[in-house]
């Protein structure tokens, strides 16, 4: 059973954005898979994607809320291949990666994938809305995982989001660090 606002006790006021498709950090996972090393990305140093990953995750948390109506972060936010370029070279920017990418990212996000929140998370979901819960920022990633990375967004495994039980943990412990 899922949570539906006309009849649960999802409040009215209550709006979660969940993203399933953050690109940086999505390319820079597609980057990392078998994938790219077959679709002819050769790769960079350690150092290089640990740079861009820091550097992207470092532009989700600063992100102001309400980003969807901030026409100059839009813009800012639709070059993130030439983002991660800076780090990574240009090969990311090649038509044959974006096309891997495209393919890869329609395979483990899909982007008609419904957004549907179980009964049994919704008192924690509210609990974590009143503290200041905005974003669900939810990766394609095998490990479980789940990091507050501000005092709005929470980064989610897949695994995580999709196991009722693991939902609710990493929701409560949105709740109750106040670190973010």
Do not use: K, N
Not at 148 to 170: C, I, K, Q, Y
């Amino acid at each position: 059973m899922y949570a539906d606002a006309a009849t649960s006790a999802w409040p009215p006021e209550m709006l979660i954005t969940e993203e399933r498709r953050e690109h940086s950090l999505c390319m820079l996972l597609f980057l990392e898979s078998t994938s790219a090393s077959a679709a002819g990305w050769s790769g960079a140093d350690r150092g290089s994607w640990l740079a861009a990953w820091s550097a992207s995750i470092a532009a989700l948390v600063t992100r102001p809320d309400g980003w969807e109506e901030d026409f100059e972060f839009l813009r800012q936010a639709s070059a993130w291949a030439e983002h991660l370029a800076e780090h990574l070279g240009d090969a990311v920017l090649d038509d044959a990666l974006a096309d891997a990418y495209g393919t890869w990212i329609e395979a483990a996000a899909p982007s008609d994938a419904e957004v549907t929140y179980d009964d049994r998370v919704l008192d924690d979901l509210v609990a974590a809305w009143r503290v200041g819960l905005r974003t669900l920022v939810v990766l394609p990633t095998s490990g479980r995982m789940a990091v507050r990375l501000s005092a709005s967004t929470l980064l989610l495994s897949t695994p995580v989001r999709g196991d009722v039980e693991h939902f609710r943990s990493a929701l409560r412990m949105f709740a109750t660090d106040r670190s973010g």
